[in-house]
C-alpha cells in the first residue's frame, strides 16, 4: 500500500530558517504534500520562491531577537488555529578557534540558537499539549555525537537543544498525541559553509580544518534524502533520535563511536581533521 500523504496526519505546520537548505526542502516537500506551510526568514523578500506556491505563508522571523521571534510563532499559531508540526531548523554557523574568538560573538550564537529556538520550542509544546496533538521536530546536528573543531558555540547550541528534547520525550507519554523529534542531520549539499561567518585569526591548523569541513560538503548527499528521513520518521510520528546523511556519518560512525573508547574516538577525529 502506498504511504499516507502527511496531510492526513498534519493540517499545518510552522518551519523555520525555511529561505535556503535544508528548511527550504522540508518546506518545499510539505507544501507538495499538501500541508499548509508557514514558513521564516530574517527577510521576507527570501521566500519568493515558495511565497509563490498556494498554502504557503511568510513569515518574518530573526533568531538574534527572541521576543519578537516568539511574538511571530504566537501570531502564526493564533492565525494557523495551531500547528500540528513545528521544524526548528533555523541556525547559523561562526568558525574560528574558540580561545582566539570574542567571547561575545559565540555568546550571541548560543543565544540565538538556543535560547531563542528554546523559546520556540517551549511555546510550540505548550499550544500542542494543551490541545493533545502535534509533532515539535529540533533541527539539531550530528555535531552532537562528533563535536566539530573550530564551531564550538554550534556544537553547543545544537547539543543543548538535542538534551532538551531528550528530557521531553521522557515526559510525553507514549502514544499520547505529542512527539518530538531531535532530528540530526550530518552534513548536506547546502549553502551553510558559505554562509558561515569566520572569527578569529585563521591558523594553518584551522586552514585544514576548513578544507575538510567544504570538501565533505562539496561530497555530501543532497537535501532530498533529509527529507525523505523526515518524511519516515512523520509518518511513525513518536519521540525519539532520527539520524540522517550518507551511510557513514549516519549509520556507520555513530555504531563505531559507541564501541569505541573516547580517547581513540577523539584521536580519529583529530586526524580526520588534519589536527595531529
Known amino acids: 500500500m502506498p504511504a499516507p500523504a502527511l496531510a492526513t496526519l498534519y493540517r499545518t505546520a510552522f518551519v523555520t530558517g525555511a529561505s535556503a537548505g535544508l528548511g527550504f526542502a522540508f518546506a518545499e ?6 500541508v499548509c506551510v508557514w514558513g521564516t526568514a530574517r527577510d521576507p523578500a527570501r521566500l519568493g520562491a515558495l511565497a509563490a506556491r498556494p498554502g504557503f505563508t511568510a513569515v518574518a522571523l530573526d533568531l538574534r531577537d527572541g521576543p519578537a521571534a516568539g511574538a511571530a510563532l504566537q501570531q502564526a499559531m493564533s492565525a494557523a488555529g495551531g500547528f ?6 533555523a541556525g547559523f554557523g561562526v568558525f574560528g ?12 550564537q548560543i543565544d540565538a540558537m538556543l535560547q531563542t529556538t528554546l523559546r520556540l520550542a517551549h511555546d ?16 539539531t546536528s550530528l555535531a552532537v555525537e562528533f563535536p566539530l573543531p573550530g564551531l564550538s558555540g554550534y556544537n553547543v547550541a545544537k547539543a543543548g537543544l538535542a538534551a532538551w528534547s531528550e528530557s521531553v ?25 558559505r554562509a558561515t561567518a569566520h572569527a578569529g585569526a585563521a591558523t594553518p591548523a584551522l586552514d585544514r580544518v576548513w578544507r575538510r569541513l567544504e570538501a565533505n560538503l562539496a561530497a555530501a548527499p543532497a537535501p532530498a534524502r533529509a527529507v525523505a528521513d523526515l518524511h519516515r520518521a512523520l509518518l511513525r510520528p513518536r519521540s525519539g533520535v532520527v539520524r540522517s546523511g550518507d551511510f557513514f556519518q549516519a549509520r556507520l560512525a555513530p555504531l563505531l563511536a559507541r564501541l569505541a573508547p573516547a580517547g581513540l574516538r577523539r584521536a580519529v577525529q583529530r586526524r580526520y581533521f588534519g589536527l595531529s
Open 169 to 193: 520525550a521522557y515526559e510525553l507519554a507514549p502514544g499520547g498525541g505529542v512527539a518530538v523529534i531531535d532530528f540530526r542531520p550530518g552534513d548536506y549539499r547546502t549553502d551553510f559553509n
Open 124 to 139: 510550540a509544546l505548550r499550544d500542542m499539549t494543551a490541545r493533545g496533538r502535534g509533532v515539535l521536530v529540533n533541527v
Open 84 to 89: 500540528d508540526l513545528v521544524i526548528n531548523n
Open 29 to 34: 516537500h510539505l507544501l507538495a504534500e499538501g
Open 97 to 108: 578557534g574558540t580561545a582566539a574568538t570574542d567571547a561575545d560573538v559565540w555568546r550571541d
